[in-house]
């Protein structure tokens, strides 16, 4: 069945600290990928997207992902966390026939001081 | 550009009753929308498909009868909760854009309570 997984459902880290949210999917084949906060009560902002080419990213407010196909993975990250990260992460699939989106089911970001 | 309005961002209905959200594509011509639905703390799980001029295609398990799709123009689509009851209280967000080019843009989402 197809799919898109975020295993960590809350992640914690301290201002500063490096960051890595997970996303794997099950697709017959690469699907068009993308990575979407969203703050609380709010829409989603789009913070970056893979289609083809190269396979790191990057996006908006200093975040990157890594597509990996061997893995199936397009993991998220960002060196350096601050305090205005902490929102809900999602990752998102589109296939490449078909244009709906279908998201993971997100991964909580708390920032401590 | 690619921006994406959705009316009202909150509304509180009594059951029984029906309720119109609205999503407008503001700088740019969307035939195809997409609504979603999004419970406290979960993802968002899509309902359905809105396209322009024809008629909505809905996801397993959506009823279309309760969720009444119109997408008339090819700046507007509505989602109707028809009907509403307490158990399609919820955060109801849509979606357009240019897939290939940038992606979705979604809409600052609704938040219905049915009291």
């Known amino acids: 069945a197809q799919s898109v997984t975020q295993p960590d459902i809350h992640i914690t880290v301290s201002e500063g600290a490096s960051l890595e949210l997970r996303c794997n999917y099950s697709?017959?084949?690469?699907?068009?990928l993308f990575w979407y906060v969203q703050s609380p009560g709010q829409g989603l902002q789009l913070l970056l997207k893979?289609?083809?080419?190269?396979?790191l990213v990057q996006g908006i407010k200093g975040f990157e992902a890594e597509f990996k196909r061997s893995q199936s993975s397009f993991n998220l990250r960002k060196p350096s966390v601050h305090w205005s990260d902490a929102a809900e992460y999602f990752c998102?699939?589109?296939?490449?026939?078909?244009?709906?989106?279908?998201f993971g089911a997100g991964t909580r970001l708390t920032v401590k001081p | 550009g690619a921006v994406v309005s959705q009316h009202p961002s909150w509304v509180i209905c009594k059951s029984g009753t029906s309720v119109k959200i609205e999503c407008r594509s503001l700088?740019?011509?969307?035939?195809?929308m997409f609504w979603y639905r999004q419970f406290p703390k979960q993802s968002l799980m899509l309902m359905a498909t809105?396209?322009?001029?024809?008629?909505?295609?809905?996801e397993q398990g959506v009823e279309k009868d309760k969720f009444l799709i119109n997408h008339a123009s090819l700046t507007l689509s509505t989602l109707t909760v028809t009907s509403a009851h307490p158990e399609d209280s919820s955060f109801y967000i849509c979606?357009?854009?240019?897939?290939?080019?940038?992606?979705?843009?979604f809409g600052s989402g609704t938040r219905l309570t049915v009291v």
């Open positions: 998102a699939v589109a296939r490449r026939n078909n244009n709906d989106m279908r």
């Open positions: 700088d740019f011509q969307a035939t195809t």
């Open positions: 697709y017959g084949a690469t699907p068009y």
């Open positions: 979606s357009a854009g240019n897939l290939k080019e940038y992606g979705y843009t």
């Open positions: 893979y289609f083809s080419g190269d396979t």
């Open positions: 809105s396209n322009e001029g024809s008629k909505a295609t809905y």
